[in-house]
């Protein structure tokens, strides 16, 4: 069963998110994200094999340590297969750097990474809309496209989930150390 490790974001950013899935599930385009046990996110890593019990420790250290984020969504971006829409932030060094000691941090204790999300492949993204055919791509970027940007926020929580369906395992607040 898979495990992925997220940052998510201040409360403003993720209700301005979560609009946007609930108006892409409204319409029927793509009803997954709103129906789902997600939360507006960041997907740091993928792995088909984790400890939990390891990885609530090491992500407890990792949050301790690193202070909320900045975040700027700037741009709509496509993944054209399998059909994601999605909304891109500014990669700033901050970010990049929390992204590598995390897979730095997980790597004893993971197995089988996602390709997309190893340091030096990893595109940041907070999927909008995914699984789309090529004709809803389009009406799906429309509406993500209202969504006001750039929108500004913050990182301030780290977690994992395990899927599917999405179970929320454990998450942390940045800076609480």
Request: charged residues 15%; hydrophobic residues 40%; negative net charge.
């Amino acid at each position: 069963m898979p495990y992925a490790v997220h940052l998510f974001f201040d409360e403003n950013t993720e209700t301005k998110i979560n609009q946007i899935w609930k108006k892409l599930a409204d319409t029927g385009i793509a009803p997954y994200l709103h129906q789902s046990a997600n939360r507006p996110h960041i997907t740091l890593a993928v792995y088909q094999q984790l400890d939990p019990a390891a990885c609530q420790t090491l992500l407890r250290s990792i949050a301790a340590e690193q202070p909320p984020l900045p975040l700027s969504f700037q741009y709509i971006g496509i993944f054209p297969t399998p059909g994601a829409v999605f909304a891109g932030p500014t990669v700033a060094d901050t970010l990049l750097n929390l992204h590598r000691r995390t897979h730095e941090t997980l790597q004893p204790i993971s197995a089988d990474p996602t390709p997309y999300y190893v340091p030096g492949q990893w595109v940041p993204h907070c999927t909008l809309a995914m699984e789309l055919t090529p004709e809803l791509l389009t009406p799906a970027v429309e509406i993500s496209l209202e969504l006001s940007l750039p929108l500004e926020g913050k990182i301030t929580e780290i977690g994992c989930t395990e899927q599917p369906p999405v179970k929320h395992l454990f998450g942390f607040e940045l800076g609480s150390g």
